[in-house]
């Protein structure tokens, strides 16, 4: 069992900057795949980003790309998102999750149900 918990949410204006972390309880974190995903009211959840094992690999949706990294500590148990040029519409809240399967490229990554683990969230709003 991996339990995973968010932090860093807030709120911040339009064009600033939120760091968000999640801390993983297990002593195999280097074996998941990390990903970020989100939530905006009456819309469903969708993928951000995600990293592989070593932290060598990322995979960013369109709307991340050039904006949010990912980036994650294997030492630390820990995966961060930094994300930048924020936006109204990235207002949501914001998820961590582990996948203890392969790592494959491309949008495949970013399908929800090969992820185990989940954390609780952690909200993120962005005021034009």
């Known amino acids: 069992q991996v339990q995973l918990v968010e932090s860093g949410g807030g709120l911040v204006q339009a064009g600033g900057s939120l760091r968000l972390s999640c801390a993983a309880s297990?002593?195999?974190?280097?074996?998941?795949?990390m990903g970020w995903f989100r939530q905006a009211p009456g819309k469903e959840r969708e993928f951000v980003a995600a990293?592989?094992?070593?932290?060598?690999?990322?995979y960013y949706a369109d709307s991340a790309k050039g904006r949010f990294t990912i980036s994650r500590d294997n030492a630390k148990n820990t995966v961060v998102l930094q994300m930048n040029s924020l936006k109204p519409e990235d207002t949501a809240v914001y998820y961590c999750?582990?996948?203890?399967?392969?790592?494959?490229?491309?949008?495949?990554?970013?399908?929800?149900?090969?992820?185990?683990?989940w954390g609780q969230g952690t909200q993120v709003t962005v005021s034009s």
């Open positions: 999750a582990a996948d203890g399967g392969p790592w494959t490229t491309g949008q495949a990554v970013g399908i929800m149900s090969r992820y185990d683990y």
């Open positions: 297990t002593r195999t974190f280097g074996l998941y795949i």
């Open positions: 990293i592989n094992n070593s932290g060598r690999s990322q």
